[in-house]
């Protein structure tokens, strides 16, 4: 029996996709086959496998937030690391902690963001609104 689209922005059978399988592979959210992502961080406008409209995809700041928390811990906790066991110059701290952390930013960032559209889908999330009488 196959799995039914529970969002309302499909009409036809789907396979169950994982969000985090299909953001960390930046795959369609509803299919998992479809490219998500047009550029490096552009969204495609529709899924080139299953039609899927992306115009639901709003992402806002979020990958952001999550990648300065993780990215600047792993840094921050390392870089202190080795300030206190080696006490190196300055520009050593450059030279390690400054590629490592570009490094670590741009490569979460589309993993990220994919997988926090893949959850709007998932969740049907939507922008508030308010109900008028």
């Known amino acids: 029996m196959a799995k039914h689209d529970i969002s ?15 953001g960390l592979k930046g795959r369609c959210p509803r299919c998992g086959e479809g490219n998500l992502f047009a550029g490096y961080l552009d969204l495609a406008p529709a899924c080139d496998a299953c039609g899927l409209d ?6 806002g700041d979020g990958p952001a937030v999550f990648i300065m928390m993780v990215v600047g811990f ?7 690391m080795t300030e206190i066991v080696f006490q190196p110059p300055y520009w050593v701290h450059v ?22 559209i893949a959850l709007q ?5 939507r ?3 308010r109900e008028m009488d």
């Open 8 to 22: 309302g922005q499909g009409d036809g059978p789907v396979r169950a996709v994982s969000p985090f399988t299909a």
């Open 121 to 125: 889908y998932v969740n049907r999330a």
């Open 95 to 116: 030279v390690l902690w400054l590629p490592l952390l570009l490094g670590l930013s741009l490569g979460m960032l589309r993993p990220f963001k994919a997988t926090l």
């Open 54 to 59: 992306y115009a639901f995809a709003d992402s």
């Open 127 to 129: 922008e508030g609104r």
């Open 74 to 80: 792993i840094v921050v906790g390392l870089a202190l």
